[in-house]
């Protein structure tokens, strides 16, 4: 699965990574660095055709100005094989906007993509673990994250598209523009 996300701005790049160096030292856990780079999405999918992903994200980088979205803690997406936990980041209007604008632009130069990250059902948020945390290690997850606070305002300067390499079972930064508009 490939990705169109917003890299984290250097402050929160690196308290998200503290987080996951942490829940690996004490509790093992390292299914996150199969996307290494702290972010959140817009949308996700199987194939994209890349060239036009490119025309798209740089159009959409030059008509955008930076902006913040803010973040209200822990979630937990409990519906699939393995939980996901996760930073909250707000939904607000400004958010919303952005997003149907991507995803508009997005869907017809992308193949499967996740129901997840449509307009109607999206829930952004920033992932501080899975892949490896199960029903029986869950309460541990908690119980470590709950001396972190979670509530930032981050600024978001970039749209990039974080592409998976099958080969490699990691995910690469294959384009990122700054916003500019």
Not at 108 to 130: E, N, R
């Amino acid at each position: 699965m490939h990705g169109v996300v917003s890299l984290l701005d250097e402050r929160h790049y690196e308290l998200v990574a503290s987080i996951w160096r942490e829940m690996r030292a004490e509790l093992g856990l390292q299914g996150v660095y199969v996307t290494p780079f702290p972010h959140f999405s817009y949308q996700v999918a199987e194939h994209y055709e890349m060239a036009a992903v490119a025309e798209v994200l740089a159009d959409f980088a030059h008509q955008t100005p930076p902006f913040a979205v803010q973040t209200t803690g822990l979630g937990i997406f409990t519906g699939g094989l393995l939980p996901v936990v996760y930073v909250n980041v707000v939904r607000d209007p400004h958010l919303t906007e952005l997003h149907q604008m991507l995803w508009s632009r997005l869907a017809p130069v992308s193949t499967g993509i996740l129901a997840y990250y449509h307009p109607q059902v999206w829930v952004p948020h920033i992932t501080l673990g899975h892949g490896d945390i199960t029903r029986e290690n869950l309460p541990d997850v908690v119980r470590l994250l709950q001396a972190h606070q979670f509530a930032w305002r981050v600024p978001v300067d970039n749209v990039a598209l974080l592409y998976d390499e099958a080969e490699s079972r990691q995910d690469q930064l294959t384009y990122r523009f700054d916003l500019t508009g």
